[in-house]
């Protein structure tokens, strides 16, 4: 990932991926993924799971994560966009939901689209640093969204962006990773406890502490199930003070184990 004056770019990447290859995506920023051959199997955080053919293409908000695995020889982009601003001030809706959605929606190729690809695909043959080009690329996709697509299609595909403030959902899921409770995100947001539980319910239509659970539950469980990183490093990184609380969590709001969780993975595997 690039970094200037830091400010992370917008980066495009090209992913090449064999039958039962799996990639594993995590951005801080914003990225919209084009699936240009094959077919994938999507796995998000917050559970879904979703399988998505060639020629559609898909939106992943900042601070999601997802695990692409292909159900056959599959290549797609993903290009990052750093400037949300210029993002929301194009998709601006006059109705929008107040709390954060979770439907998985994904548009077809049309014809501009298909030509914004080949000309990707050109940089990528002549060995152009497209990278240098991609905050003016990502702006251009906007752009052809914009244009090409009506608002009800656009409406569905950002269902899972689109809110009454941006700046504050965009800090709070990029955060969320970084604290244990509603406490310290308030702290690190610079709101007072009420003040960001007041602000949290206008925005999300929940409470903070109900989000922050459910989320953490959703990464957990993706991280259990979905990677094949270690149970102790999945406790470390989700904050849990000891392994025996990490469990605790898991049997309370998961309803299984951590190795119970992952064994089902395997069995499922094995079938």
């Not at 900042?62 to 290009?79: D, H, P, Q, R």
């Not at 009454?164 to 406490?183: A, C, G, I, P």
């Not at 406790?235 to 299984?256: M, P, Q, R, V, W």
Request: charged fraction near 30%; hydrophobic fraction near 35%.
């Amino acid at each position: 990932m690039k970094i200037e004056n830091n400010r992370i770019k917008s980066e495009i990447r090209f992913v090449d991926l064999e039958k039962g290859k799996q990639w594993d995506c995590r951005q801080e920023n914003c990225g919209i993924i084009l699936v240009i051959s094959g077919r994938l199997n999507i796995s998000f955080s917050d559970i879904k799971e979703e399988s998505i053919s060639a020629n559609k293409f898909f939106f992943l908000p900042a601070g999601y994560g997802c695990m692409i695995n292909a159900l056959e020889k599959s290549s797609f982009v993903s290009i990052g966009i750093n400037d949300e601003d210029y993002l929301y001030d194009n998709f601006r809706m006059k109705e929008l939901k107040n709390t954060e959605q979770q439907d998985f929606s994904y548009l077809f190729f049309n014809d501009v689209m298909n030509g914004y690809i080949r000309s990707l695909l050109i940089y990528k043959d002549k060995n152009i640093d497209y990278n240098f080009l991609a905050d003016i690329k990502a702006k251009e996709l906007i752009c052809i969204l914009k244009a090409s697509y009506i608002e009800e299609q656009l409406k569905g595909f950002f269902s899972t962006y689109l809110t009454n403030d941006l700046y504050f959902t965009e800090q709070v899921r990029k955060l969320t990773k970084s604290v244990r409770n509603v406490r310290e995100l308030a702290d690190l947001m610079h709101y007072s406890y009420s003040g960001f539980n007041k602000k949290f319910r206008k925005v999300f239509g929940v409470s903070a502490y109900s989000w922050l659970r459910q989320r953490r539950a959703n990464t957990v469980f993706h991280e259990i199930y979905h990677t094949d990183k270690s149970l102790k490093q999945i406790s470390t990184d989700n904050k849990f003070a000891t392994l025996s609380h990490f469990n605790e969590f898991c049997h309370k709001i998961l309803g299984a184990s951590p190795r119970q969780i992952r064994n089902k993975k395997h069995r499922k595997q094995n079938t």
